[in-house]
Nanobody, 124 residues
Framework: QVQLAESGGGSVQAGGSLRLSCAIS??????????MAWFRQAPGKGREGVAY???????IYADSAKGRFTISIDNAKNNLYLQMNSLKPEDTAMYYC????????????????WGQGTQVTVSS
């Protein structure tokens, strides 16, 4: 019902910036009410939510991302974005965009749709 495809990952030096994009393919009914998010997973670590945006525009950031990352959604272009500034080596991970199956609750258990991931590597 919802297809997600990330892009924009790459290798940068510490302090650099990247903007990740997630192309969203969904019917209007599918995304009328939602929470979308960026998660990341580093080798040997669990998947962690870094930024969330609800259909009402409310955003939530992990402490590690607050002040450095900005999540946004462009409904006209059907794209979710994650602007990442002041990148740190600790940000190195595979980044995934995700969407809830229905509703705007940004709970981990609510995310039903996932992209394939895009790799972000930050060197020191």
């Amino acid at each position: 019902q919802v297809q997600l495809a990330e892009s924009g990952g790459g290798s940068v030096q510490a302090g650099g910036s990247l903007r990740l994009s997630c192309a969203i393919s969904a019917s209007r009914d599918s995304y009328a009410t939602y929470c979308m998010a960026w998660f990341r997973q580093a080798p040997g670590k669990g998947r962690e939510g870094v930024a969330y945006i609800r259909s009402d525009g409310y955003t939530i950031y992990a402490d590690s991302a607050k002040g450095r990352f900005t999540i946004s959604i462009d409904n006209a272009k059907n794209n979710l974005y994650l602007q990442m500034n002041s990148l740190k080596p600790e940000d190195t991970a595979m980044y995934y965009c995700a969407a809830t199956g229905s509703g705007s609750l940004c709970l981990t258990t609510k995310f039903r749709y996932w992209g394939q991931g895009t790799q972000v590597t930050v060197s020191s």
